[in-house]
């Protein structure tokens, strides 16, 4: 059983830093390519950040490049986002998955950027 749990969320100043996490199980987490996805209220879920099976080659849509970090842990098989120099346009629901949307989604965890 394919399951996905985020987590790390938060209620954060603009300017401030939050580190996300996805925990996975029921699948090849250490063969699939993974990304970040985020959606704000009333706006499609969009991609954010892809990470390949072997962590090299990590991929950004421009809104957050330089400002977060994808990364991976296969062997926890935990799936992480450091972000940093957050502004209240990154307020949203972040959720994990293939960069295809291929598996069930998780829960999502809540970011609010908000002085």
């Known amino acids: 059983q394919v399951q996905l749990v985020e987590s790390g969320g938060g209620l954060v100043q603009p300017g401030g830093s939050l580190r996300l996490s996805c925990a996975a199980s029921?699948?090849?987490?250490?063969?699939?390519?993974m990304s970040w996805f985020r959606q704000a209220a009333g706006k499609e879920r969009e991609l954010l950040a892809t990470?390949?099976?072997?962590?090299?080659?990590?991929e950004y849509t421009d809104s957050v490049e330089g400002r977060f970090t994808i990364s991976r842990d296969n062997d926890k098989m935990i799936l992480s986002l450091q972000m940093n120099s957050l502004k209240p346009e990154d307020t949203a629901v972040y959720y994990c998955n293939t960069p295809w949307r291929t598996l069930g989604w998780g829960q999502g965890t809540q970011v609010t950027v908000s002085s």
């Open positions: 029921g699948f090849a987490f250490g063969m699939s390519s």
């Open positions: 990470i390949p099976s072997d962590g090299f080659a990590t």
